[in-house]
């Protein structure tokens, strides 16, 4: 109690929200969002659905799965589902890349160790501004000069065209094999809260 008011940790408000919300895209973008703010981690949303044995948490359960693989969007998870059902490895999830001097080149969506491949889930809503679409094309050419090979896909092709989707993958991942790995370290990107 604060005041006369009873309150919560952010991590049990978003929990108890998510318990009502039955839509995984909208439970998905509310603890992404949260999680991405910074409004709460992943470790604390664990522990409150560790300790809730309250119906109604097998979606907020499922989407935590998604975040703890490093998924931070909707889109991200209909990718992830779409490469478990290729015969591709799973990659990393929100990788941040980095020159072979150390310099940050880019967070990529997701990314293959194995042969070096990125793959971008490009939302045309994070780039309306011009600032925003010259930062996109910056780190799009950062990537390019280190040789890092960059798969683009629009949310709406993981829905009307998962085949191409798979296609365009499993074509560049064959390519990016047969390429010289780039000189990249990595880093998983993990907001703290």
Known sequence: MVDGFPIAQPARCLVDAARREQRIDTVRAMIADAVQRDACCVQSLATELRHLRLRG???PRS???????GVRSAAEAWARRLVRRTSL???????ELRSATGH????VDAWWE???LAWEIDSKEFHLAPSDYERTMTRHSALAAAGVMVVHTLPSQLKK??????RDLVAAHEWA?????????????RPTA
């Not at 094999?177 to 990107?189: D, G, I």
């Open 114 to 116: 194995d042969v070096g």
């Open 89 to 95: 490895p799973e990659p990393e999830w929100n990788v």
């Open 63 to 69: 989407v935590l799965d998604e975040v703890n693989a």
């Open 57 to 59: 948490t097998a979606v």
């Open 161 to 166: 065209d998962p085949s191409g989707v798979v």
């Open 104 to 107: 940050r080149l880019a967070i």
């Open 177 to 189: 094999n047969r390429s010289p790995h780039p000189a990249v370290t990595t880093a998983l990107y």
